[in-house]
């Protein structure tokens, strides 16, 4: 069974540019997260999708961000336009069940590096 | 709200040597889990074990354990005959079961563990 899949490993990118981030969870997996790590600090919660639901968005940091979970399947993130805050590594993670001790499964991350 | 907190921000250790991490969690729930992943050099996060606020009865699983101790909220994992292949950044993690955060892992820092051969 595949794991989680994330897409690009890294990016780099210039201030003021545009940069889309995509997830593919583990196949059946209706509950999908986003985190983020910045150097040196903890992974931070940024939203949870149920299907095609978002059910949690508050760890979004801005407006700048948009996530889509088109169909219920894989997800994307957006960043528009990027800032240097923005810098760190984007995880992405899928479960089957949103309550319960069912644990995540996270994919490798996209470090993303906005100069 | 939620909290945990991973005073070891590095711990080095020659190979063979026991090394214990700590975390310290905090919330108001009465039904929580308690994780601990791994993010070997390769980055991607590996999940270990986990613990049901429910029980408290400690494991031993292969060179790992636990002690998960409710009266102090702590959730130690311990590493017996640490091994060169153990080195990685390792994160407590915690989920409620209820309210409008359900569902996310709330992390600690993480300790980066070294293992010299």
């Known amino acids: 069974e595949a794991g989680v899949t994330q897409f690009p490993s890294h990016s780099v990118i210039e201030k003021g540019q545009t940069v889309t981030l995509r997830c593919d969870p583990i196949s059946g997996h209706d509950n999908l997260y986003w985190y983020r790590r910045v150097m040196g600090k903890e992974i931070k919660f940024l939203l949870h999708?149920?299907?095609?639901?978002?059910?949690?968005e508050s760890g979004m940091p801005n407006n700048r961000f948009l996530a889509e979970r088109t169909g219920g399947t894989y997800s994307t993130l957006k960043v528009q336009p990027a800032e240097l805050e923005d810098s760190g590594v984007y995880f992405c993670?899928?479960?089957?069940?949103?309550?319960?001790?069912?644990?995540?499964?996270f994919g490798p991350g996209t470090r993303l590096t906005v100069t | 709200a939620q909290k945990v907190t991973q005073a070891q921000t590095e711990i080095s250790v020659v190979e063979k040597e026991d090394v214990t991490l700590d975390c310290v969690y905090e919330t108001r729930d009465t039904t929580y889990y308690l994780f601990w992943y791994k993010q070997p050099p390769s980055g991607e996060l590996v999940f270990l074990i986990r613990?049901?606020?429910?029980?408290?009865q400690n494991e031993i699983s292969g060179r790992y354990s636990w002690n998960f101790q409710k009266s102090t909220s702590s959730f130690n994992f311990t590493i017996t005959a640490s091994q060169v292949v153990d080195s990685a950044v390792y994160f407590c993690?915690?989920?409620?079961?209820?309210?409008?955060?359900?569902?996310?892992?709330?992390f600690g820092r993480g300790t980066q563990l070294t293992v010299w051969p």
């Open positions: 993690a915690l989920k409620a079961d209820r309210g409008s955060t359900l569902g996310r892992l709330y």
């Open positions: 999708f149920v299907k095609e639901s978002k059910q949690d």
């Open positions: 993670a899928s479960s089957q069940e949103t309550r319960g001790p069912h644990e995540q499964y």
């Open positions: 613990r049901n606020s429910f029980d408290e």
